[in-house]
Nanobody, 116 residues
Framework: QVQLVESGGGLVQPGGSLRLSCAASGSIFSFSTMGWFRQAPGKERELVATITVNGRTTSADSVKGRFTISRDNAKSTLYLQMNSLKPEDTAVYYC??????????WGQGTQVTVSS
């Protein structure tokens, strides 16, 4: 049974920082490209950043230079360090596992609200 559990969301002021974590159960982590997605109210889910098993990363232009994705394969945990947060970063953030074969998996999401 694969489970992805996000944590670390919350309310933060503009310019602040948060660190999201995604703990993966099962053996899927070690052979999956992992990613963070987000969905704001009334908008479609969008890609934030991805990281391959070997550590190669991609990120959306809107978060470049502010967000950093990383993974700890020994702990089967994915991270998203978010700095210089803006109100437009407000969304539910989802963890995604995309294995070499088989289906994608999603976490339940964690709310991030950027507001003064």
């Amino acid at each position: 049974q694969v489970q992805l559990v996000e944590s670390g969301g919350g309310l933060v002021q503009p310019g602040g920082s948060l660190r999201l974590s995604c703990a993966a159960s099962g053996s899927i982590f070690s052979f999956s490209t992992m990613g963070w997605f987000r969905q704001a109210p009334g908008k479609e889910r969008e890609l934030v950043a991805t990281i391959t098993v070997n550590g190669r990363t991609t990120s959306a232009d809107s978060v470049k230079g502010r967000f950093t994705i990383s993974r700890d394969n020994a702990k089967s945990t994915l991270y998203l360090q978010m700095n210089s947060l803006k109100p437009e970063d407000t969304a539910v953030y989802y963890c995604n596992a995309n294995p070499f074969v088989g289906r994608n998996y999603w976490g339940q999401g964690t709310q991030v609200t950027v507001s003064s």
